[in-house]
């Protein structure tokens, strides 16, 4: 999360005065590194649990503020959006029955937190990514009320200059641009902490950047955006594009982003790391609060609380990041692995917690110095395959090696984190239990990505896209409360949804997006020719920016095309007003708005672009839906979308 107590500087001298207050902690790290002042012989593990509220309906639920003040419990706090909620978890020392005890409090939290969203009519879910997102739902008006986000927001708005692009290929191919950092917020992760000497930081941390590539490869949960099938782990590629701050120049001669694996393996301290980052990025927010000089702390016989240099690292997102923090009165280093996903479940999280301590555990001692074994881009090429491709990834390895990811977590990797836990004393029930978990997986290669499409793939052509969407989003509620591993989860079914009426509200929940279109100087001609071949009676033209500017019925068009003549632009005869509505308009209003004008079809336009259509085919396989669903509504419950609300979603497929 991050400390809350930030700001932008308010002017030059405020935000010279920070940066000189940064460097001061960054020496004074290096004084207490020379001169003994870190825990050692130590090693506490932690996590942060994020989360998403959702509605009954299984839509993003912006209750985030109401539901922690009916909590009043300090380990929950607040995300990026009020639609998303994070739990901090207690520190614990490494052995005995610390995994069972964190996977109980985990447990518990997210209890407590269902509890409170059940009294705001919400419920919480835990996945990489919601299915159910829409662009419409990223808004600054959803952006949590908290002063560390606002500025965020501004501070990287300001330094890019421009839109935030997210361009993705997968098996679809999503490329949006959006003029917030809100788009982050489609994300949400479970990340873990590791405590380490300083002594040896240099080597836990090469081992954390080895092993990312197979732990994430084998925990991949998040397959879907806007609901185009992307990445296995598509958060990787939305993080980074999504919290983009370089400006145009600054990507163009490849300056890192914040959101990045590294750029080389670390040769002895955490140094090297916090100089990189004071040297690379801007800062882009100021401590509201600033502490005592470190060197007086230091000479009254305290520990500094490096305030400065804590606020400047939370804005640079390395997937492994390094972490300085005060605990029981002892200063400690940790590292802070921020590439799994939330979810599928509390116990597939827990599983691969455990890879990732035991890895930590025994991985320097087996592998040793691992900047001598592989090329450091392998590691990072290893990274973007495993987020792109799961546990079909092929995966470079030490001294020359390659595996198939699958094979790699199986053979290696979860052997040695059972002899790493083992020797920590982590009690043997909970390794075998928590690893034969990630074993299971990695033999049947159902992530909660493979069970997210697999689900996906099942539900077919039945309902729209958004009852598609839907049906993931309660079915992994189900699930969840289940307690399984997701490798052992059945497919989502479209009866799950169980409201019918909820996916009809707006024309955005059932809208045509798969669109043939115009532009104003095609011919007539060929305006006649798509909608015969098509079965189109409406072809809504767009200029190359993809903005509405008319609509061509084919009514007008067999009038104007009487006879024979030459080429005739579309721009002649096109309606250059035409009646449109916004995704998030009541289905109701646009029955409404379709009699008023007496057409059988509306463009859907949403900032000034044209993102659908919904026509009376649209409408009539929404009225076949409410017909056959086991709750159909009668006459007057049908009515009753007039007053409903809207989410701007944008799905489906159909009519024309």
């Known amino acids: 999360m991050g400390d809350q107590r930030v700001r932008e500087g308010a002017d030059r001298a405020e ?60 380990r929950l706090t607040s995300e990026l959006a009020r639609f998303n909620l994070e739990a901090n978890l207690t520190p614990r020392t490494l052995g005995g029955g610390c995994l069972r005890a964190m996977e109980a409090e985990l447990g ?47 501070a990287v708005t300001r330094a890019r200059g421009d839109e935030f692009r997210v361009h993705i290929k997968g098996t679809d191919e999503l490329d949006v641009t959006h003029d917030n950092v809100m788009l982050e917020s489609c994300n949400t992760s479970f990340q873990v902490h590791y405590q380490v000497c300083p002594a040896t930081f240099a080597a836990a941390y090469n081992v954390a950047q080895l092993v990312s ?63 990189e980052d004071v040297a690379r990025f801007r800062v882009l927010l100021v401590s509201a609060e600033r502490d005592d000089d470190p060197f007086d702390v230091l000479a009254r016989g305290g520990l500094p609380g490096l305030r400065a240099l804590r606020t400047h690292n939370g804005t640079v997102y390395r997937w492994n990041r390094p972490c300085y923090g005060v605990y029981q009165g002892k200063a400690h280093l940790r590292v802070e692995a921020r590439a799994l996903p939330a979810g599928p479940s509390v116990v597939d999280e827990m599983a691969s917690a455990a890879l990732f301590f035991g890895l930590m555990a025994a991985g320097p001692s087996a592998y040793g110095d691992v900047a001598r074994r592989l090329p450091f881009d392998e590691a990072r090429r290893n990274f973007v395959a ?75 052509g039945e309902g729209s896209g958004d009852g598609r969407m839907r049906a993931l989003v309660k079915a992994t509620l189900a699930r969840q409360r289940g307690g399984q591993p997701a490798h052992r989860w059945a497919p989502a079914e479209t009866g799950e949804v169980g409201d019918a009426l909820g996916a009809c509200e707006t024309v955005g929940q059932f809208m045509t997006t798969d669109l043939y279109t115009l532009r104003p100087d095609d011919i007539l001609d060929l305006a006649r020719s798509v909608m015969d071949w098509e079965g189109i009676h409406h072809l809504p033209v767009e200029d190359d920016g993809g903005r509405l500017v008319g609509m061509v019925t084919k009514e007008a068009l067999c009038a104007a095309l009487e006879g024979e003549r030459g080429p005739v632009a579309v721009s002649s005869l096109m309606d250059r007003r035409p009646a449109a509505v916004a995704p998030d308009t009541p289905t109701v209003e646009a029955v409404r708005l379709m009699r008023e004008r007496k057409t059988s079809g509306l463009p859907v336009v949403e900032g000034g672009r044209l993102v659908g259509m919904v026509t009376e085919r649209d409408l009539l396989a929404v009225v076949e839906r409410l017909l056959d669903a086991p709750e159909a509504p009668a006459a007057s419950g049908t009515r009753a979308v007039a007053g409903a609300p809207g989410t701007r979603l944008r799905a489906g497929t159909g009519g024309r």
């Open 108 to 154: 518990e939290v997210l209890g407590l937190a269902r509890a409170a969203a059940a009294e705001c009519d919400a419920d919480v879910v835990l996945c990489g990514i919601l299915p159910t997102l829409r662009r419409g739902d990223l808004t600054l008006a959803n952006m949590a009320p908290c002063p560390r986000y606002e500025a965020m927001n501004r």
């Open 386 to 460: 495993a987020a792109r491709e799961g546990l079909a990834a092929r995966l470079a390895w030490l001294d020359g090696r390659a595996y198939g990811a699958a094979d790699l977590v199986r053979a290696e990797l979860v052997p040695l984190a059972r002899e790493g836990l083992a020797a920590a004393g982590v009690d043997r029930a909970d390794v075998e239990r928590l690893l034969g978990v990630v074993d299971e997986r990695a033999a049947t290669g159902r992530t909660g990505a493979a069970w997210a499409l697999e689900s996906l793939a099942r539900l077919g």
């Open 213 to 275: 590539a197979p732990l994430l490869a084998a925990s991949v949960n998040s397959p879907l955006l806007f609901g185009r099938r992307l990445w296995a782990e598509t958060r990787v590629a939305l993080f980074q594009q999504s919290f983009d701050g370089r400006s145009p120049a600054h990507a163009e001669r490849g300056a890192p982003p914040r959101v990045f694996f590294g750029e080389r393996w670390v040769d002895g301290s955490v140094l090297e790391i916090v100089r």
């Open 15 to 74: 935000a010279q005065a920070f940066v000189k207050a940064l460097l001061e902690d960054v020496r004074a790290l290096e004084v207490m590194l020379q001169g003994g002042y870190f825990e050692e012989g130590v090693r506490r593990i932690g996590a942060e649990q994020e989360m998403f509220l959702v509605d009954r309906r299984g839509y993003p639920a912006p209750a985030g503020p109401e539901v922690l003040a009916r909590l009043g419990d300090a």
